[in-house]
Every structure is written in structure tokens, then in C-alpha cells.
């Protein structure tokens, strides 16, 4: 199974957690899955996600997409996200 990992940082938490909501179907139908949200202890701003996704190239395609990129300015996304691709080892 394949992983995405997304960290970054929001303009406002509640803000950017509504707009995440709102794309839970598109990434479903992009191969995306469960995943895991955590906020940093220090900055509630900060945020990592880890999904279970179906394949490695489709979790880099949903990343790379336009549709992502355009749901993340108007969800408050500020700069660009560090994202890291994972195949599960264990």
C-alpha cells in the first residue's frame, strides 16, 4: 500500500479543515483512502496528513493536479506543502 505524507502550514485551521472536508470525494475517487490528521502541539496552524492511497502514481498524480493546487489557495494553504511519497515496508 502506498503513502502520502503533506505537511504544511494554514492561514486558519478551522478554515482550511472545512475545505479538506469538502475534497474528501474527489480524493477518494483520485485513489486516496484513510488517513491520519495531525496539528502541531506548538502552532495549530501546522498541519501533516498521512493517506493511504492505492498506488504511488496516482497519490502523485492527485498532488500534482490542478484541482488540488486550486482547492489548497481558496482552503488557506500557505506556501507550498512538503510532500513525501511512502510504499509501506512494514
Same mark, same amino acid.
Given at each position: 500500500? &502506498?503513502?502520502?505524507?503533506?505537511?504544511?502550514?494554514?492561514?486558519?485551521?478551522?478554515?482550511?479543515?472545512?475545505?479538506?472536508?469538502?475534497?474528501?470525494?474527489? @480524493? @477518494? &475517487?483520485?485513489?486516496?483512502?484513510?488517513?491520519?490528521?495531525? $496539528?502541531?502541539?506548538?502552532?495549530?496552524?501546522?498541519?501533516?496528513?498521512?493517506?493511504?492511497?492505492?498506488?504511488?502514481?496516482?497519490?502523485?498524480?492527485?498532488?500534482?493536479?490542478?484541482?488540488?493546487?486550486?482547492?489548497?489557495? $481558496?482552503?488557506?494553504?500557505?506556501?507550498?506543502?512538503?510532500?513525501?511519497?511512502?510504499?509501506?515496508?512494514?
Amino acid at each position: 500500500m &502506498a503513502h502520502l505524507l503533506v505537511h504544511h502550514q494554514v492561514g486558519d485551521f478551522d478554515t482550511w479543515k472545512a475545505a479538506f472536508d469538502q475534497h474528501d470525494a474527489t @480524493r @477518494r &475517487a483520485s485513489g486516496g483512502g484513510n488517513y491520519m490528521l495531525f $496539528r502541531s502541539a506548538d502552532d495549530p496552524n501546522e498541519v501533516v496528513v498521512v493517506f493511504e492511497w492505492d498506488s504511488v502514481e496516482n497519490a502523485r498524480a492527485f498532488s500534482t493536479s490542478d484541482d488540488l493546487r486550486e482547492a489548497m489557495q $481558496r482552503a488557506g494553504v500557505a506556501g507550498p506543502p512538503t510532500i513525501v511519497y511512502m510504499d509501506q515496508y512494514e
